[in-house]
């Protein structure tokens, strides 16, 4: 094992929604409390974070590693709209002097999928007032924290939305496909989006769920952020992002800024070259013009996907399947930063990575064999800054509930005591001296 230069980040990554608890004033939150809900169950006290996170950081930094990746939540900061509450940033404030402490540096996400539910009322992430109301909750964070921060991602996975689109259109064609010949297709459709879906629960539920979601915000399908995208929708995000960094920038001029971006590993076999291409413009190209004045791209990946003649295909017969059903495929994040250095010329980071799994040999295989791919990057010239292991422990997988073993260490869901697993000391033992 090779460890990296002195300054290159190691760290692991969390969102607050997924480990804090009790978020009670976001459109997550109201989505679980709905008896259609397409959660497996609701997210509750999740890690408890929001009162344990000294002792997850004493952790983070007791293994080796120098970074920890959070998130802000904007329903903490403005739970009412124009409503800021100065206990929630006092909050933040405790948690980046705990990271200074230890020496672990913060990287804050602004949005990490979670809105505030007054957001969503107003239209959501479809409505053209979301990018001055975005602006003024990064403007009061960034007056507030900015001062303490080096890295500030603006939006997590700011190309979920057209994701899902598209993979909600295909999964409809299979499902219906499916009720004709009885074949349940649900499962690998799940495992080609980097994100805990109940696709069949979903449609199973959406008459009901629509009358229930109108009740709540006005809207049967109201636009969260991980809602299937309209193109205008799109550039709406690309709008918010700018604002925010343009906030950044006035206020902040020291931060580095940049967005993430969820990736995968686009292969095509012989035939499938075009569908490839296509998916690739979509999931980063068509966004160059928008983060090219961005200092970073957080790049987020967990596995590649096939094309044959005929479009996206299945994981191959018999290789092995993480618990998000997804190929357990480390190399594909040496191929996507390669790939994303060709255009994008701005420093890298790897804001998430990471196996669903309650093997932990195997997340220790998947982190040797990862870092080993940036490793390779890094001597060939390629300007990465840091590797951010997703998940830094066991927590709330959104639709899929507590069913994903992501962490670096375990939690105990009666107790909420943590467990480090052998993966964290390994990560750790990455990080330059
Ligand atoms: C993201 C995420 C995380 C997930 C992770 C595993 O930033 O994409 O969806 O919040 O938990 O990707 O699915």
């Known amino acids: 094992m090779q460890q990296f230069e002195k300054g290159f980040l190691v760290g692991a990554a969390t969102a607050a929604h997924q480990v804090e608890g009790n978020n009670i004033h ?19 006290i999740t890690c408890d974070h929001y009162n344990r996170y000294e002792e997850d950081i004493r952790l983070l930094a007791e293994a080796g590693l120098n970074a920890y990746r959070f998130s802000i939540e904007w ?27 230890h020496r672990v540096e913060p990287v804050v996400t602004l949005l990490h999928f979670t809105s505030p539910k007054w957001l969503i009322v107003k239209g959501g992430w479809e409505a053209e007032s979301t ?22 991602c603006t939006i ?37 989006v980097q994100v805990g879906m109940n696709f ?34 799109d550039l709406l995000i690309m709008r918010a992002h700018a604002a925010a960094r343009e906030v950044i920038r006035t206020l902040c001029p020291h931060v580095k800024v ?49 094309y044959g003649p005929t479009g996206q295909l299945p994981a191959p017969e018999g290789v092995e399947l993480t618990q998000m059903d997804y190929e357990f495929y480390p ?35 998947f982190i040797q064999q990862a870092l080993s791919g940036v490793q390779r990057c890094i001597t060939d010239g390629l300007p990465i ?20 073993n992501f962490g670096l260490i375990a939690v105990n869901r009666a107790t909420m005591a943590r467990t480090p697993k052998p993966s964290l000391k390994v990560l750790g033992g990455y990080t330059g001296v």
């Open 156 to 192: 997590n996975e700011a190309n979920m939305g057209l994701q899902l689109a598209a993979i909600s259109k295909r999964f409809r064609l299979m499902a219906e496909q499916a009720a004709k010949s009885a074949a349940a297709t649900g499962k690998s459709a799940e495992g080609t």
């Open 26 to 44: 976001s459109d997550y939150w109201a989505q679980e409390q709905l008896p259609h809900s397409s959660f497996t169950e609701p997210s509750g």
């Open 331 to 365: 190399q594909a994040l040496e191929n996507v930063l390669r790939r994303v250095a060709e255009d994008f010329h701005g420093d890298l980071i790897v804001t998430e990575n990471g196996i669903a799994t309650a093997d932990d040999t195997r997340r220790v295989a």
């Open 385 to 404: 800054k840091g590797y951010l292991h997703w998940s830094l422990m066991d927590n709330f997988e959104w639709q899929k509930g507590y069913s994903m």
């Open 75 to 101: 329903a903490r900061i403005e739970p009412e709209e124009g409503q800021f509450d100065t206990t929630e940033i006092e909050h933040y404030h405790k948690v980046i002097a705990c990271c200074k402490a």
């Open 258 to 306: 940049g967005l993430t971006l969820s990736l995968h590993d686009l292969q095509a076999q012989p035939g499938g070259e075009s569908f490839a291409e296509a998916a690739w413009a979509e999931e980063f190209t068509h966004y160059l013009p928008y983060i090219a004045e961005d200092d970073f791209l957080g790049v987020q990946n967990y596995t590649r996907t096939l």
């Open 200 to 233: 069949q629960k979903m449609m199973e539920n959406m008459r009901f769920a629509a009358e229930e979601n109108a009740g709540v915000f006005g809207d049967p399908q109201p636009k969260i952020f991980v809602s299937e995208r309209t193109p205008q929708g």
């Open 131 to 152: 990018v001055e109301d975005f602006r003024r909750y990064v403007t009061y964070v960034m007056e507030q924290l900015g001062s303490q921060l080096h890295y500030v």
